[in-house]
T-cell receptor, first 114, second 113 residues
Framework: AQSVTQPDIHITVSEGASLELRCNYSYGATPYLFWYVQSPGQGLQLLLKYFSGDTLVQGIKGFEAEFKRSQSSFNLRKPSVHWSDAAEYFCAVGAGSSGDKLTFGTGTRLAVRP | DGGITQSPKYLFRKEGQNVTLSCEQNLNHDAMYWYRQDPGQGLRLIYY???????QKGDIAEGYSVSREKKESFPLTVTSAQKNPTAFYLC????????????FGPGTRLLVL
């Protein structure tokens, strides 16, 4: 079965600084990888996803992520963080062998200093 | 507007009571899901349905039940057998296939009185 690890529970960055959120997955074949964002008390919104092709994926709100098979990673990056990016971020993995199910990481909460 | 609606936004349950959370989608999606979210634990899958009149248990199905009589609707019942029901419940839907994006509703927060 697939699994996802987000090693950072909480991260604080200054507004305008760069951001990288880590995600490591475990799966034998090429996985389908997703990053979602959740504002407090709200549902989740898709930022970006990878399932084939170019390993650098562009998403909404200026985010990007890079799939690195050798490191089993799919880290999320943003060159300059805005105060409105403060939220919780979830990495998820899907696999053809599991039907339509996704497995989510435990999330990373991002705080932004003015 | 297409999307997923969940109701109510807040729900209170008394001891021994069953409560039902509503989830409706007008995205014409075949697959629907229920997740439970607790602080520090991410999202855990309760039940999912890939087609009308069929559903499968997820990782934490005990104490919950679902039905899928219509494509648009996937209600979740939290039964009295669920001893720790306080959580944030999220419904999602997608086209079939694990590469497909899941679209989420706004969630229902269930509290025990």
């Amino acid at each position: 079965a697939q699994s996802v690890t987000q090693p950072d529970i909480h991260i604080t960055v200054s507004e305008g600084a760069s951001l990288e959120l880590r995600c490591n997955y475990s799966y034998g074949a090429t996985p389908y990888l997703f990053w979602y964002v959740q504002s407090p008390g709200q549902g989740l919104q898709l930022l970006l996803k990878y399932f084939s092709g170019d390993t650098l994926v562009q998403g909404i709100k200026g985010f990007e992520a890079e799939f690195k098979r050798s490191q089993s990673s799919f880290n999320l990056r943003k060159p300059s963080v805005h105060w409105s990016d403060a939220a919780e971020y979830f990495c998820a993995v899907g696999a053809g062998s599991s039907g339509d199910k996704l497995t989510f990481g435990t999330g990373t909460r991002l705080a932004v200093r003015p | 507007d297409g999307g997923i609606t969940q109701s109510p936004k807040y729900l209170f349950r008394k001891e021994g009571q069953n409560v039902t959370l509503s989830c409706e989608q007008n995205l014409n999606h075949d697959a629907m899901y229920w997740y439970r979210q607790d602080p520090g634990q991410g999202l855990r899958l309760i039940y999912y349905s890939q087609i009308v009149n069929d559903f499968q248990k997820g990782d934490i199905a005990e104490g919950y039940s679902v039905s899928r009589e219509k494509k648009e609707s996937f209600p979740l019942t939290v039964t009295s057998a669920q001893k720790n029901p306080t959580a944030f419940y999220l419904c999602a839907s997608s086209m079939q296939g694990s590469q497909e994006t899941q679209y989420f509703g706004p969630g229902t927060r269930l509290l025990v009185l």
